[in-house]
C-alpha cells in the first residue's frame, strides 16, 4: 500500500511538471520587449518580476572536462546566474 502510494505520488508530480513552462519560455511570451532591469527592491526581465538565485563557479579549480556537468548541476538545483570567477597569476 505505501509502495502504490509512493509511486502514485511520483507519477503525479512528473504530470503536474510536465505542464509547467521552462523559465525561458515564462519570460519570453509575448516576445522579447525589454531586458534585465533594477527596478526598487526587485529586478525584472522583460517586464516580468525575477528572483535572481545564484552560484559561484571557479572554473579553473574544475578540470575543464567537468565544466559543463558542473553548470548542469547549477541548473538542476534552480539557479539562475552563475558568478564565474578568474584567476589571475
Known amino acids: ?3 502504490k502510494i509512493s509511486l502514485l ?3 503525479s508530480s512528473f ?5 509547467l ?3 525561458y519560455e515564462h519570460y519570453t511570451s509575448g516576445g522579447i520587449k525589454s531586458g534585465l532591469k533594477a527596478e526598487g527592491n526587485h529586478f525584472t526581465l522583460n ?3 525575477i528572483t535572481i538565485f545564484s552560484g559561484s563557479f571557479h572554473y579553473f579549480r574544475v ?5 559543463r556537468e558542473t553548470l548542469l548541476k547549477f541548473k538542476a538545483a534552480g539557479l539562475n546566474a ?3 570567477h578568474s584567476h589571475f597569476y
Open 21 to 23: 513552462p521552462t523559465l
Open 15 to 19: 504530470a503536474y511538471t510536465a505542464e
Open 9 to 11: 505520488l511520483i507519477f
Open 1 to 3: 500500500m505505501i509502495i
Open 63 to 67: 578540470h575543464h572536462q567537468k565544466w
Open 82 to 84: 552563475v558568478i564565474k
Open 47 to 49: 517586464g516580468k518580476e
